[in-house]
């Protein structure tokens, strides 16, 4: 069966950065686009990027691009997010998530990140 | 703030039929697909119901969804006290260039 295991998130100093990773397993990883997805217990769920089967293609948040950087290793199976400048409002668990064509399927257990002097 | 709309809680009895709506606009609800979501507090979200009534194995078809204009509905049957649980609409927004999730909605069963 599908596994998305994340990993990396702890406390963090605001302006610092921070690397999640997510370890996949239970399907052809290289086959499937991959998102990472946060959510605070103010804002709810929000969609943090995604990126294509190959990673030739990645999208990001409006508000989080140039600081969020979403990549892969498909001889790894496994997925990351580098995240640069956090601040206070980063704070929140990180969801890897699996892309079945235009349906975020499959979620990982999350990784909290706090981000906190 | 999220531009994709619940109600931030709903409620019925045990055996009552509930909807819940997902608000949005032409660039997001008006021509995409709309996924449903369903997450038990401290735990992750889970798929409920994608495109047009499309259930992942074990959801039971009680759960149902529907879809007018810019606005979604996720319609949950014979309620029972099993359902109680967040829910949430996501969708692609053309105009973004990105996935948004509604915000929200917590279904308490009386």
């Known amino acids: 069966q599908v596994q998305l295991v994340e990993s990396g998130g702890g406390v963090v100093q605001p302006g610092r950065s921070l690397t999640l990773s997510c370890a996949a397993s239970?399907?052809?990883?290289?086959?499937?686009?991959m998102h990472w997805v946060r959510q605070t217990p103010g804002r709810g769920l929000q969609w943090v990027a995604d990126?294509?089967?190959?990673?030739?293609?990645?999208f990001y948040a409006p508000s989080l691009k140039g600081r969020f950087t979403i990549s892969r290793d498909n001889s790894e199976n496994m997925l990351y997010l580098r995240m640069d400048s956090l601040r206070d409002e980063d704070t929140a668990v990180y969801y890897c998530?699996?892309?079945?064509?235009?349906?975020?399927?499959?979620w990982g257990q999350g990784t909290l990140v706090t981000v906190s002097s | 703030q999220s531009v994709v709309t619940q109600p931030p809680s709903a409620s019925g009895t045990p055996g009552q039929t509930i909807t819940i709506s997902c608000s949005g606009s032409?660039?997001?609800?008006?021509?995409?697909?709309v996924n449903w979501y369903q997450q038990i507090p401290g735990t992750a979200p889970k798929l409920l119901i994608y495109?047009?009534?499309q259930r992942p194995s074990g959801v039971p078809d009680r759960f149902s969804v529907s879809k007018s204009g810019t606005s979604a509905y996720l319609a949950i049957s014979g309620l029972q006290s099993e359902d109680e649980s967040d829910y949430y609409c996501?969708?692609?927004?053309?105009?973004?260039?990105?996935?948004?999730f509604g915000g929200g909605t917590t279904l308490t069963v009386l």
């Open positions: 996501a969708t692609w927004d053309d105009s973004l260039k990105g996935w948004l």
């Open positions: 990126i294509s089967s190959d990673g030739a293609r990645k």
């Open positions: 032409s660039s997001n609800i008006g021509r995409n697909i």
């Open positions: 239970g399907f052809t990883f290289s086959a499937f686009g």
């Open positions: 998530a699996k892309d079945a064509s235009w349906i975020i399927d499959q």
């Open positions: 495109g047009n009534n």
